[in-house]
């Protein structure tokens, strides 16, 4: 331990803090396990749950609307998701504008992927060029809560390590309250992330995004797009279940389980869990955490 760290911690769950994220449906099938989940996860009581937004601004109105419901049929406190791809800043500002006529008082402020039929990303001609920018332009939008993300081992469009980490200090500077990391299966690598942002002086919190796997070679399709490193180690645990759906899921939890428990005692009280809008798995690592569920009666949280 670090003296950037906080004391070792024993699992109990007092301190303990989650937020999710969904994606928005496209289909009425999709849409009934959205709201399932949301359903079996909100008695844990999270600090909010993010909506996802696609490339380009594909799922602009869906992600509105999951949002818009969110914050009008739950207890829940929704965060939308916001990139800079696909749009003037104009028309991001007015999206900006909608969310807060509706209520949505917390953004998730990212650059976003290359647009459709593009290589490389480039800034929209007219648009927010960069997150930091974006960040800029919502704080001048309203007084919103901004979370922007974070990359433990270095965004794939980064030259190197420090060059990412000034980016982050720049979205920070601009006014970003807290920093969420992509998920990662390495957690020394974000243990040794964290020194350095604090060595960086960077004092607002920085949350581990945990992304339960029971699908390997589509997480490590996803880690290898987004410069996540996958250890020998845990590529082992799935070697010989690719038929083994249920065998996946029991070794999925217990690898998850082992990394949050770990960060736990290195201080870390705060969770972000990619729920890929499946509830079982988040559930069980909330538990495993410390938490417990809210009493529900009559379909409200008690």
Known sequence: MTQNQKPPSQPGGKNIRVSFEFFPPKTPEMEETL????????????KFVSVTYGAGGSTRQRTHDTVKRILDETPLVPAAHLTCV???????DQVVRDYWNAG????????????????????HPGGYAYASDLVAGIRKTGDFEISVAAYPEGHVDSPNLGADMDNLK???????????????????????FLDRAHAAGIKIPIIPGIMPVT????AKRMAVM??????????????????EPETRKLVAITAAAEQCTRLQSHGVEDFHFYTLNRADLTFALCHILGLRAEPVVEGKII
């Open 35 to 46: 709201w399932r989940s949301i359903t079996r996860l909100a008695p844990l009581k999270p």
């Open 86 to 92: 696909g749009a003037t800043q104009d028309e991001v």
């Open 104 to 123: 949505i008082r917390h953004i998730v402020a990212l650059r976003g992927d290359a647009a459709e039929g593009q290589a490389k990303y480039a800034p």
């Open 170 to 192: 720049r979205k920070i500077d601009a006014g970003a309250s807290r920093a969420i990391t992509q998920f990662f299966f390495d957690t020394d690598c974000f243990l040794r």
């Open 215 to 218: 699908n390997f070679n589509g």
């Open 226 to 243: 987004n410069g996540a490193s996958v250890p020998d180690s845990f590529a082992r645990l799935f070697e010989g279940l690719d038929n």
